[in-house]
């Protein structure tokens, strides 16, 4: 098997790592992503402990119970 190396390259703007400016963009960008899905697992996080309290069950149904979707789109 060969050895493959990735690179950020952005098809709209493509940065050029030589300029000292272009690494400092790069990092806001990677950063900002990173932040981004720091507050996706947050609201995952929370919207599922909500659920919990609310008396939803998480996940699969238990052993001897069928995962069953209500018209409105709840689960049962």
């Given at each position: 098997?060969?050895?493959?190396?990735?690179?950020n390259?952005?098809?709209?703007q493509?940065?050029?790592?030589?300029?000292?400016?272009?690494?400092?963009?790069?990092?806001?960008?990677?950063?900002?992503?990173?932040?981004?899905?720091?507050?996706?697992?947050?609201?995952?996080?929370?919207?599922?402990?909500?659920?919990?309290?609310?008396?939803?069950?998480?996940g699969?149904a238990?052993?001897?119970?069928?995962?069953?979707?209500?018209?409105?789109?709840?689960?049962?």
């Amino acid at each position: 098997m060969g050895f493959f190396v990735a690179g950020n390259m952005a098809i709209e703007q493509p940065l050029d790592i030589s300029i000292t400016e272009n690494k400092m963009m790069l990092a806001i960008y990677l950063a900002a992503l990173e932040v981004e899905n720091d507050r996706r697992a947050l609201n995952t996080y929370y919207g599922m402990r909500r659920a919990k309290k609310e008396g939803r069950l998480m996940g699969r149904a238990p052993y001897g119970y069928v995962n069953k979707i209500t018209e409105d789109g709840k689960n049962m």
